[in-house]
């Protein structure tokens, strides 16, 4: 292979590898590698992929062991820079260590270092990467204690000299000053700290450690001027308001707000992603909980058990408004806060925009939609867009024939023209007292919000029975999977053939970011996992995202709708009326109605460069091998 590293006999050390062979490089050079091994040794690494490092396989195939490789890296501690060292040793992949590198331009992570920009970005942990470099580097790990600190050393120094080398002086040490990096592979901060004390000892610390000591320090400074923390109740109430604006302006989901051992950490998720929004201090914990308990009508006394709650957020200043489902969780640091935004002017999709193949959508608005009657589930997991769905089909159907009524908890979509009760279990108006006057409401479409039970399975069963069209969400991995739990819900084989007419399983998984997306070439061992040869994608055209501003340096902005469509038709309903098992349905399904499982549907839109290969492989059940690319877009059509 030509671009194996190829080194003379004199094993000179000028040489350029490429980065992620510079470890190896150091072994040729100490004499722990031969390079027949690390010819051999890459071979394997080019067809494993950018999920498996070099250093990794040349430790699995036994040519060098851990003891070999600490000892070079701690001969060698400024030879290899901290973002080729995680990568080579298997933390980070390539991909990200050039995205925190091109993110280190962005105002957003201006003055900071490599190691802090890939922590903010949750690409490694803290804690694991300072084990890893306390370890294989053989760093002591000393975290700073303001109290503990030698108050000699920093009359020499200054808050803003330690923000700048994010170093500080711990103690005098018979062999010289012992030195917190957060960072000590850092050349700038080496010779900083050395311009200052002469001999230095370097240690690790985390950012959290070493930025409370500094304020300790400044505060020490400044005899006067002491931190005003956020604990009145005006001030309480303006963080929150606020806390939930940026959580609608930024497009989540969910609010986190998570006490932990020294701060208050809150994220947000986006697009199913979790990501950091900021960290406060610890101390603003009880004020905001009490605060958000006494808007979600919890009981501000009672800390030691979990409880639930909701309200109507308003903010006039902004116009903004949603309904906020609040959940608290009692843990070891204090509550776990996670809010739920429930925006009723979120956008209502039309059916043919959720993300329907073509083909698939056909066959769903003739097959299940435009028939009088039956019932039609859409099934899938918390989080997999089943509402916009099912919403899609209600705005479907909706015109001025129609009676369409509803039973949701809570009501998240607003439409004109048709009856949505809102469940409310304080007053009574609970899901089964709503479903037993449903029907005297003289109906012609009836949508549950979820099917939970028998009785609102039963309910729904009977309003097809007479006639209704019934539409419901369904908490099941797949399509043959809502047929199943039907049966365990002890509902008779003969109903659940004659009144479920259509089962629509779906996933959302995150979309490639349109303004970074680059090619991607899948790897052996990504298409060994899938059953494919590299000529079953010659048409294809994998994407995946560098990371920009735009996706806040994740790859991905938005989501792409996944989708796998069981219409029951004669075959398929005497599977069940014979109560086959769910493989055997799932054949009969694939052999005679074309069905196109979640897998093989999430196949074709990474084939397009909606989404990435591995969110298809990481996120979708595999319950068999996929057909060929070519025969799945003859099934699908375009999306």
């Excluded at 080019?46 to 396989?57: I, M, Q």
């Excluded at 903004?320 to 956008?347: H, P, Q």
Aim: with cysteine; proline share 4%; aromatic share 6%.
């Amino acid at each position: 292979m030509s671009n194996i590293i190829t080194l003379p006999n004199t094993m000179q050390s000028n040489i350029s590898p490429p980065v992620n062979n510079q470890i190896a490089v150091l072994l040729i050079e100490n004499g722990l590698l031969m390079q027949e091994q690390l010819n051999y040794a890459y071979r394997i690494h080019t067809k494993l992929g950018d999920n498996y490092s070099l250093t990794s396989v040349l430790l699995d195939l036994g040519y060098i062991n851990q003891q070999q490789l600490r000892a070079t890296l701690r001969t060698n501690r400024q030879a290899v820079p901290l973002g080729n060292l995680l990568v080579e040793l298997g933390l980070i992949k390539a991909i990200e260590l050039r995205t925190a590198l091109q993110a280190q331009n962005d105002p957003a992570f201006q003055n900071k270092r490599l190691g802090e920009v890939l922590v903010e970005m949750g690409m490694i942990q803290e804690q694991r990467l300072i084990e890893v470099l306390a370890d294989q580097l053989d760093f002591l790990h000393e975290e700073p204690v303001f109290s503990e600190i030698d108050q000699a050393l920093l009359t020499q120094i200054s808050p803003d000299w330690c923000r700048n080398l994010q170093a500080l002086p711990l103690q005098r040490r018979p062999d010289g000053i012992l030195v917190a990096f957060t960072n000590p592979l850092d050349t700038t901060a080496r010779l900083g700290a050395e311009a200052v004390f002469d001999t230095v000892i370097p240690a690790i610390c985390t950012w959290r450690a070493l930025e409370d000591a500094i304020k300790k320090f400044e505060n020490s400074r400044q005899y006067a001027r002491q931190r005003v923390a956020v604990s009145d109740e005006a001030n309480t109430s303006r963080f929150v308001n606020d806390l939930i604006i940026d959580g609608l302006e930024f497009g989540a989901s969910d609010i986190h707000i998570e006490p932990m051992r020294q701060i208050l950490r809150i994220r947000m998720r986006r697009d199913g992603a979790l990501i950091l929004h900021k960290e406060v201090d610890l101390t603003l914990a009880a004020a905001i909980t009490s605060r958000l308990k006494i808007l979600a009508s919890a009981d501000i006394t009672e800390k030691r058990r979990h409880q639930d709650g909701g309200f109507r957020f308003e903010d006039a200043r902004t116009g903004r408004s949603c309904d906020v489902r609040a959940s608290f969780y009692a843990t070891i640091f204090g509550e776990k806060i996670v809010l739920r935004l429930l925006s009723r002017k979120a956008m209502l999709l039309d059916i043919k925009e959720v993300g329907l193949a073509s083909g698939m959508l056909d066959v769903f608005l003739e097959d299940a939609l435009d028939l009088p009657s039956g019932v039609v589930l859409i099934t899938g997991p918390t989080g997999s867009g089943k509402t916009t769905s099912l919403y899609g089909c209600v705005n479907y159907l909706n015109d001025s024939e129609r009676c369409i009524i509803t039973a949701e908890e809570p009501v998240e979509y607003v439409i004109d023209g048709i009856a949505q009760c809102s469940l409310n279990p304080k007053i009574n108006l609970t899901f089964d007292e709503t479903l037993r006057h449903m029907v005297r409401q003289d109906p012609d479409v009836i949508v549950i919000g979820e099917i939970r039970d028998r009785f609102s399975a039963d309910s729904a069963i009977q309003a097809a029975l007479t006639g209704h069209k019934v539409l419901a969400t369904f908490h099941t991995e797949d399509s043959i999977g809502g047929l199943l739990r039907l049966m365990n819900m002890q509902i008779e084989s003969f109903l659940i053939s004659s009144t479920v007419v259509s089962i629509l399983a779906q996933r959302l998984l995150r979309r490639v970011c349109s303004q970074c997306a680059e090619p991607y070439r899948p790897t052996a061992h990504e298409l060994q996992r899938i059953g494919w040869a590299p000529a079953d994608i010659a048409a294809a055209k994998f994407q995946i995202g560098r990371g920009c501003k735009k996706c806040h340096f994740t790859g991905y902005a938005g989501r792409v709708g996944i989708f796998e469509l069981l219409v029951l038709n004669e075959p398929v309903r005497d599977a069940i009326l014979s109560k086959k098992t769910s493989s055997e349905i799932r054949r009969i399904s694939i052999d005679t109605s074309g069905l196109v499982t979640l897998m093989e549907d999430g196949l074709a839109k990474a084939a397009q460069g909606s989404t990435s290969l591995q969110e298809a492989l990481r996120h979708l059940p595999r319950l068999g091998r996929p057909r060929s690319l070519r025969e799945i877009i003859r099934l699908v059509g375009q999306s």
